[in-house]
């Protein structure tokens, strides 16, 4: 399974976060430090091994900050299993940030294993924790995995919750709202140019029903004549049957 590139963008920006948690002093937090200089240098096994000898601390705060740390650098070294373990205590943190960066992290993990449906619960669980520009990545992250699994509607959410958050994902959301629904479809053709009548036979009374603008699609099996973005199929069947045509019909945008 391939990892998108937002999702890297997410880790990158996740872990170099992560090394600006505080973390000074004697005993476990000297320990604490070294596994973050450790992880920053890319000394993967020492930032686990040092990390997960404070994850028993009785500071809960520290113990959730190691536990981020180690389910990273144990990500890193293959080390799924105990990943998971580490990044499900960071989750448990009152820090919100620390909680949705372990959540991103975990929801990189599950969909690394074809978990997708889990992966976008994670992704979107974090959106509730983080930033506007951390949350904005993250829901985009969780629209992946809802689309990839059918959802499209509840894809379409995330969408429109990352397009009102930050401006670094505003457009991104946008872009792929227009492409995540639905749309009433008035036939495919293998021509261009009758693809085009088609559109022109049927633009006026789409305008007048409100639906949306006619446009012409370009897709592997042909020319597609498609009106109108929706949510989901229901609202896509109401706009349909406002139309009371025989030649058209919903279909999921991009299918």
Known sequence: MGTSRTAILVIRTFVLAALCLPGCGEGQQRRYDDAV??????????????????????????????????????????????????????ATSSDDVVAGRALVQQGVLERGEGRRLEAAASFARAADRLGPEEAGRALLLAAEDYEAMGRRTTA????????????????????????????????????????????????????????????????????????GVFRDRAAAGRALRRLDRTDAMVVPIGR
């Open 37 to 90: 200089l450790a992880l920053r240098d890319g000394r993967n096994e020492t930032a686990l091994a040092e990390s997960r000898r404070v994850v028993s601390s009785s500071d809960s705060t520290l113990r959730c900050d190691a536990a981020l740390i180690a389910g990273v650098a144990a990500t890193r070294v293959g080390a799924t299993a105990d990943a998971r373990r580490y990044l499900k205590i960071a």
């Open 156 to 227: 379409r959410r995330c969408l429109d919750r990352a397009a009102g958050l930050s401006s670094d994902t505003a457009d991104t959301a946008r872009t792929r709202l227009a492409e995540t629904g639905y749309t009433i479809q008035f036939g495919s053709f293998s021509s261009r140019d009758n693809a085009a009548r088609q559109a022109a036979a049927v633009s006026r009374e789409v305008a007048r029903r409100g639906i949306g603008d006619v446009r012409i699609r370009s897709e592997d099996d042909g020319w597609k004549v498609q009106a």
